[in-house]
């Protein structure tokens, strides 16, 4: 599947699905009936499409072993999102979720062995994406599989190296591909690989590997810190990484999916939700690289499940009884607003940004949140919409004019 | 429940329930069909008891959340094994089984904390333990709750001490007793707390918890490589483990379980085995301290399951199309003589161990197999019964008498 340009296909809006009752736990007790009542508060407020989250280890708890019961299970899900009309996006190695790895013992202590460089590992990660692949490519609202949450959070605790890093992901990627043409094949990491000096996943595994880019905007990750709840920097983040992402692809075509965004206590109070969703989407969605907005997440967690960081418990756009949050329709008239068609993108200016993510990822933490040209970024954003280019492309015609830029400034 | 001096109890005879069909992965498309075809193998076969297995993470997926229906798959266990009269020991915490731990992600990576240490953990598993020991205690056919198999091998991947170890042990013994009075409460060990110096778990946590000891008689552990398959080391390394815990007991007439035994290939070959079964059981089936075999294990596993220790796929006393062996009958020859009657104990010589395993955990490596120690033992062993006395008890002949002994030997 090739993507429309972005500045011409309606914004997709949706929401990561977050079971209302038992978490991610209830895949082991799968309720159609739950979740198809889950779906309708989601397809209530106009959203197109959920991305779903099979957990890894109980579908494939023997590394020759993929459960017919759980992938029928993922089916019957994608099912129940096609009775309400939305699309879906599968991620498929869970793996990491709200601060919980889901690891199979294949791969655990005495079986030590990394999930990103042991070949029989690989195969066994091979084999699986490939048969889920395959399976959820047979229902036509599935339109893309990402090989797994934010799978860079699954180190330390499974060693590799940059270049492991980047092969891992093109191999799997080739599987995703191979077993469904049809289906978007999506990379997902968490922003530490856009401002982590020091990370082994690199801004170039999400800007050249899969069919678009996806970025996950949590103000939690210091930008809060600069000037939360309703700041610039904290209401521009997500715009940010959107163009921190189309400035480092070389394709300046290439699609952006904010894949996820969310409004965590308690850097972002409940009184202050609704005008900070509002703010987050009124500056992002202008942008003329950005694919759609997937909302972090469907539905609150209940406070007798443990161990989770504070904020998890919060992030729904509905409470687990299912009622709805005051900052959820800010969510949905905008997602209403958008329905009425995508302005075409209006020019704006640059700024020059003296750090080559792909080619430098030793200076990230010079673009991360609090640095000069975070900034300087931050402050002249608040005059308009502003790109982020690369000194080596800013005096290309061609590539600005592709990017809908009509003016290039360097920093102060 | 308080069990019978053992010389005076029939011997029980039972097998470690592993399925056929998908190993322990079938717990998470439970059968009750498939495990009453496998329980009828085993009932054929003259058994009285099976051990079972639950997986802790699928049932306890987070720290507060203990699932109903993994609860009554155990218990649909249970009661298919009361329809062939079978009772039913059930270990509760893996944890640990043929190479894998299963631990939930409540314990990994990000929420890295120790089993054995951490007091959150330690209160959840302590429910976990009050739960089920609860639930199973409903079903008139069980008769024992152990607190998982070798948790001594859940170390080092969780770190401990040997207090904490003892600790840990200790306090969830008495939420199982509290749980269900009626149950044998059971704590079970790898045999490195016997036999490895530096090992956090000692042998008085596996001779002073629980209402019995258990040992694991796995002739991998460096006996086979004395004089394996059939030799007399090899051969009597069951009543050897049986002799050192009930030497190490502080009460003279405490039962010792051989609850797991087996004949694993290579160092068993599949020529050798029916001889290494029958000389094995005829040595330790005498042993006045001897409570019960239970024989690893019931099914061979699917050669189709990746990973596993090669000496793994074939420790079933039936095949994965349930095929009986030739070793099996052996095993149920035993058990049919058995059934006639046990005799009463005849007196035996001891041999006097200069070790105390109790106060000298370092030492545990000079009663390991190839030890001087173990070497006369086993020289000795071959005139016939041979009892272990600790030094500092030779001279009692209260405690000898209790014990069965009628002579003292010292080693040469």
């Not at 159609?32 to 989601?42: K, S, Y």
């Not at 939360?228 to 521009?236: D, E, F, I, K, R």
Request: charged fraction near 20%; charge should be negative.
């Amino acid at each position: 599947m090739t993507p429309q340009p972005p500045s011409q296909a309606p914004l997709r809006f949706g929401a990561n699905y977050v079971p209302s009752a038992g978490w991610f736990y209830s895949w082991l007790d799968f309720s159609a009936d739950d979740a198809r009542r889950d779906l309708a508060d989601l397809a209530g407020i106009g959203l197109d499409h959920v991305r779903v989250f099979p957990i890894w280890p109980w579908i494939q708890p023997n590394r020759t072993l993929i459960r017919q019961r759980g992938v029928d299970d993922l089916l019957s899900l994608v099912d129940v999102a096609a009775e309400f009309g939305l699309g879906v996006s599968v991620d498929l190695l869970q793996g990491h979720l709200s601060s919980f790895d889901f690891l199979p013992s294949w791969v655990l202590t005495w079986h030590r062995r990394s999930l990103f460089t042991d070949p029989a590992v690989r195969d066994g990660v091979a084999a699986y994406v490939d048969r889920l692949t395959r399976e959820v490519a047979t229902r036509d609202n599935v339109f893309a599989v990402t090989l797994g949450n934010e799978v860079d959070n699954l180190w330390p605790s499974n060693p590799t190296t940059p270049e492991d890093s980047t092969r891992w992901a093109a191999e799997l990627l080739d599987v995703a591909r191979s077993a469904a043409p049809r289906l978007l094949a999506l990379h997902s990491v968490y922003d530490a690989t856009w401002y982590d000096p020091g990370h082994p996943f690199r801004p170039v595994d999400a800007t050249d590997l899969g069919g678009l880019t996806t970025v996950h905007s949590w103000v939690f990750n210091g930008v809060s810190a600069v000037d939360g709840p309703l700041g610039p920097a904290t209401v521009s983040h997500a715009d940010y990484l959107v163009e921190l992402a189309a400035a480092s692809a070389l394709d300046p075509a290439r699609p952006v999916w904010l894949q996820e965004v969310g409004a965590p206590r308690p850097d972002i109070g409940e009184r202050d939700a609704p005008a900070f969703v509002r703010g987050l989407l009124d500056a992002v969605t202008p942008n003329p690289a950005l694919w759609g907005v997937t909302w972090w997440c469907s539905h609150d967690l209940d406070r007798s499940l443990a161990d989770f960081p504070d904020r998890e418990y919060d992030l729904g756009l509905f409470t687990v009884d299912h009622e709805i949050k005051p900052a959820t329709r800010e969510l949905a008239a905008v997602v209403a607003e958008s329905r009425a068609g995508r302005p075409a993108p209006a020019p704006r200016p640059a700024l020059v940004c003296g750090v080559d993510l792909r080619t430098q990822p030793e200076r990230r933490g010079e673009v991360a949140p609090g640095s000069e040209f975070h900034a300087e970024w931050v402050r002249l954003r608040q005059v308009g919409p502003l790109a982020i280019v690369g000194a080596d492309r800013a005096a290309d015609p061609a590539y600005l004019a592709a990017r809908g830029i009509d003016a290039v400034l360097t920093p102060a």
